[in-house]
């Protein structure tokens, strides 16, 4: 196992790349027979959880345990009061029951965590063998090797980082938030909440008062990342929310693709996920954040799922900076993220893409901001929504042009595509000019896969699980070309695993 | 709560109550009871979040009720006492009608029926509110109680319903065409800033025609508003062309809320023009009660000053093979804004179902505003729907070339900003109507199109 | 009628015309040719007064008169007309009733009456007429939805019903096939007139054999490199205008040399 796993590390650059087959055989029509979530399962190991509930005793055992300056440990309770004072949003369009916060536990770690494993060598084989089973991580990594870094989290701690030196050499740093915060607490004290200010909203004050561990990035000034930046998030344990914290600090002219992907094991209650993400742009700084979200979405009948309540915030600090959100979202039971941008800097752009599909009983709320403080400022938003089952998808999005912002742009195209009766597509998009210099144009259409392109394809003899795969492939495009190849891959082949038995 | 929502309660509460059947009475004490319990509109209220509530507040308006019965029955041709003298055709405060000779003229003055005249057609019956409740009881109450008074969000309709007694009715007996009717509204400002409430029913036959025409213009300046409830039933393939001139002084505020049910095949078309008002807001919202029926919502604003225009509408496709179009155009200049929400729900099985959403608009001056939402919410999958939002500027090149054949800058706006508008009033059928309703544009162009 | 001299040009900070020196007389027609870039339609726009030319040096006369100080209305109703390389499409403004507007505007200027829509329909007519253009041009919007022949044909028509003093044909050719130019050219030439003069801008030497030039320009790198009568347009189009570059120009003749 072990020696397979440095095969696995080595650099590979010169391999061709290779789709497995299991996951990416678009033309295989076994693929849309119902078959359960293929990424469910649970790791046995023991884990070091805290009993349910949350008090401020948990938030300073949480803050003890990671060791962690007192400021840190004031931050969060001073955010744990005010998300005390908060109420959960008015879910206007999702069907959610209400969340008891008092039976979450806050904190879970493998129990090996003491010695902590200091390369991927070290870590525990079941591990290793969990990420197998997952079908993309490590054979994908492995022809990944030499492009991407991997920083795992499992759970709530992370567990490793590799190609740590070669990051270095380029003054790139890229570790775990909880290492950050030991090893760069300037830094991460500088930024830590500049850009999701820890009184946002209800789940961003209930993340930075219980956030656990997530990663933290840091490119200087004129740098240009040498590889494309991955982490693999994943949720164990039972009844165990996840709070993961991102910051990505790009300085003034550098460079960084960051890309998440997300699978968990199936389980029967629903879990939640409460992640930030920050980012900053300074001068000329360029950043592209890629997701791929598939966590486990419940079973056809809605039992179970995560309930994945993200704040996704990019911040373009600096002149002529740029923030891409570019995600795949087909898991979860019920999705609530807005990936948006604050166009700070003169002449900054923001972009989001997105292809959002909901089968079963899945819910979507999903959109983007794009507020525009800076002059010649532009951004673009392409919005994809796929319903299918008893799939709900919305588009909401806010594009802003405030009263300094001259010669603001902005272009929105959200598109949704209906896949049987009991779904539904929903578009709110929010227009708010007060400069009249602006441009802004917004789209949208709403349509279902025509029976005249599935006869048309049926007539060719191309089956109507591949007909709908291609037509759906090809209304996401616009989306999929803006993923780093590999990850275009393995949104295809979870698009069309996701749409199995939508049709018929 | 607001302080005007509880000045506006306690006034109810001393006010003598009105008289009317025992239902009625209990519901506008409910009416008064929610809006004294949860005040205006507020920011955090969805659909009022644009809305600045702050220039209502600002004119502290007195709650203007009229629980008298002097005017409660009123004949054709009749008018009252209080009002115009008998005199009202020629009162000053009526400027020139947007139509000259329409078959049924009625007018409404500081909120309340003042007169009504026009053609005897069988089946057409035009009454104010109390002869209505006489003579329609059952019908103008299934209407009355459905309309939700509860919330903040609601407060204008409570305001409305806790002060009803002033109203008109209009009933088309099925497959009657009732031509045209001219609805003539306006504010003295006698009173000082007062809060005028009034209601109107719609109530058309199977198979019925009319074509409304609703014309708000005072000359009043001190701060009054009008807050009008409106309740239009269509009856299978019936036809109602609505269109509303708006022209009010800067000073006035206008609410009007008006909830339309369509039966199978009705057609409903409304127009809207805003040319004016300081603070203005058309709800509209159409539910379609059968299949095939149609309904298109037209409208632009051309606004300058410290303006403010608000059209909330909404479209329940609650019924299969319906379609509905929202088609609006804003011109802002001065420190105005405009605000557009369009909606359209299709219900689950509500297939063959067509929504089409458009909103331009133009920002012409630095301290305008525009805000605009579309709405699209679709349970069905044999739909087409699609909308689209634009927000610009007047085409520089477009100048450029006028200017090159020796129009001079101004002109060349002007002229883009009536072509722009034309996309709206090119819609209406009647030509001559559009012809008119352009030139008030025209007129109402402000400053925005003159040499800078 | 018009004299340039000395005219410094820049755009966006970028310096466009260097030095151009030109001058045209009423009843004639210039060609001004030159390659792609060299600054022809900058020329043409400078003349019209579209906003983002910055004139740094150098002065314009137009019947004697500093023309950079008047707006591009004030120029228009002064007789300067441009028929552009792309006309503009007005959605929504009647071609009629523009050009009427546009019409009247410049009457008023000149304080002659203002044509009423009868009137102005019996000119519209004739001009036509003599144009051979199908009216049903005059129902659609300002260039909107036309073919670029339509378009080109209307800025022609617009030219005939303004009747200007002096007439700048931005790269007319420009996107027509040889029947259209044709028509062009033939309207152009109906409108060439002793109190008229016309500067005809072109890459190409085409549209010279149909309009035939009094005198030919050629401009390069933002100044007038050669001047000569229709024959330079013959040889540019033989040799090319490389042939310039690599310093063809020393090769002309004296009498042709600026």
Redesign the interface.
Known sequence: MHGELKEVYKPMSSEPTQVDSTSANPSSVDHFVQQQYRYGFVTDIESETVPPGLDEDVIRWISARKEEPQWLLDWRLEAYHHWLKMSPPDWAHLKIKPIDFQAISYFSAPKSDKDRPKSLDEVDPKLLETYEKLGVPLHERARLAGVVAVDVVFDSVSLGTTFREELKKAGVIFCSFSEAVHDYPDLVKQYLGTVVPSRDNFFAALNSAVFSDGSFVFIPKGVRCPMELSTYFRINAADTGQFERTLIIAEERSHVSYLEGCTAPMRDQNQLHAAVVELVAMDDANIKYSTVQNWYPGDENGVGGIYNFVTKRGDCRGDRSRISWTQVETGSAITWKYPSCILRGDSSVGEFYSVALTNNYQQADTGTKMIHIGRNTRSKIIAKGISAGHGQNAYRGLVRITKNAENARNYTQCDSMLIGKNCGAHTFPYIEVSNPSAKVEHEATTSRIGEDQLFYCLQRGISEEDAVSMIVDGFCKQVFRELPMEFAVEAKALLEVSLEGAVG | MSALAQQWGESLRSATPAQGPRWLDELRLRASDQLTAHGLPQRKD?DWKYTPMRVLEKLNPAIAYHPGSENHFLEKGQTTERGLNGKWFSDPIFPAALLDKPDYEIRVYDGVLVGHEGSDRPGVTVLSLTEGLQRYESLLRKHIESVDISGSAQAFTALNTATLNQGLVIHIDQQVDAGTMLLRWALSGKAGPSIHNFRVFLLLGEGTRLQLIEQFESADHSGSALNVVVHVELGSNAVLDHLRLQNESENTVLMSSTRIDQAQGSRYLYAGFDLGGGLVRHELKTVFGGSGAHATFLGAFVLDNARHVDNHISVDHASPGCSSEQFFRGVLGGRSRGVFNGKALIR??ADESSVRQSSA?L????L??????????????????????????L????I??????????A??KR??V???C??VTDRLENQALAGRISQLIDQAMPSFTQEN | MLEIKNLHVTVGGKAILKGLDFSIEAGQVHAIMGPNGSGKSTLGNVIAGREGYEVTQGEVLYKGKNLLELAPEVRACEGIFMAFQYPVEIPGVNNTYFLRAALNAQRKYRGEPELDSMEFLKLVREKLKILHINDDLLHRAVNEGFSGGEKKRNEIFQMAVLEPVLAILDETDSGLDIDALRLVAEGVNRLRSDDRAMIVITHYQRLLDHIVPDKVHVLADGKIVARGGAELALKLEEQGYTWLEQGGIQSLGAELRA
């Open positions: 969805e689950p099985g608009n920002l012409l001056s630095p305008a505003q525009i805000d605009t939402k579309p709405e699209l919410e679709i349970y069905a999958d044999e739909v087409e729907a699609r909308h689209g939002a634009t927000v610009g500027q085409d520089e090149a477009a450029f070339y006028m200017r090159s054949r020796g129009l001079g800058e002109e060349a002229l883009l009536a072509a722009f034309r996309a």
